[in-house]
């Protein structure tokens, strides 16, 4: 998913509040979980996206999620204010983009590693150590198979993409048969 303006300015305003609480996991985890919950629930979608329900039904209707789950106050104020301007639909980019702010700020980055197959964790394991000595950062490697790229590895790091595939090959040969 690519994270715009929106996500990046939620996202990076709950992160800096989250530091200074000193509870950026728990944050982190709270709005993973209720964003989960969102996109698993059409009931919890209708009551924010239906016009009629009103805005004071639909602030009651968080603060009973948030009070049941456990959320911090952090996330449930977030959320009351992301709904409150109508954005509720935005979430998972702001949750993308505030797992990929708190990575930055520890040092950590998501690496997504996409194969043809499923490969044994020996392979991921070097792949994570290489990726680590690369750019001086601990790795969290995302696995995704997509059988199209035929073969090889594709590698996305923020905003570098490390394209070893045999399609990628394939299509650097047709250009270079076309020209």
């Known amino acids: 998913m690519t994270v715009g ?3 990046r300015r939620y996202a990076g305003a709950l992160l800096n509040l989250a530091t200074e609480a000193g509870n ?8 993973q979980a209720f964003a989960a919950s969102w996109k698993d629930s059409r009931d919890l979608r209708a009551a924010f996206e239906n016009p009629s329900v009103n805005v004071a039904t639909r602030r009651v209707i968080l603060r009973e999620i948030a009070q049941a789950s456990g959320m911090d ?3 449930r104020n977030a959320l009351l204010l992301i709904a409150d301007r109508g954005r509720l639909g ?5 949750v993308e983009s505030f797992q990929a702010l708190a990575e930055e700020r520890s040092g950590r980055v998501r690496a997504e590693v996409v194969t043809a197959t499923e ?6 394991s070097e792949l994570q150590k290489t990726l680590e000595r690369v750019t001086g950062k601990q790795v969290n490697i995302t696995r995704k198979v997509d059988p199209s790229i035929i073969g090889g590895v594709v ?3 923020a905003d570098q993409v490390y394209d070893g595939s045999v399609k990628h090959r394939l299509q650097q040969l047709r250009d270079e048969l076309n020209r």
Not at 24 to 31: N, P, S, T
Not at 90 to 94: A, K, R, T, Y
């Open 119 to 124: 490969l044994p964790d020996a392979f991921f």
């Open 24 to 31: 950026i996991e728990k944050v982190a985890a709270d709005l």
């Open 73 to 75: 106050p952090l996330v």
């Open 5 to 7: 303006i929106l996500g």
């Open 155 to 157: 590698t996305r790091i």
């Open 90 to 94: 935005s979430l998972p980019e702001i």
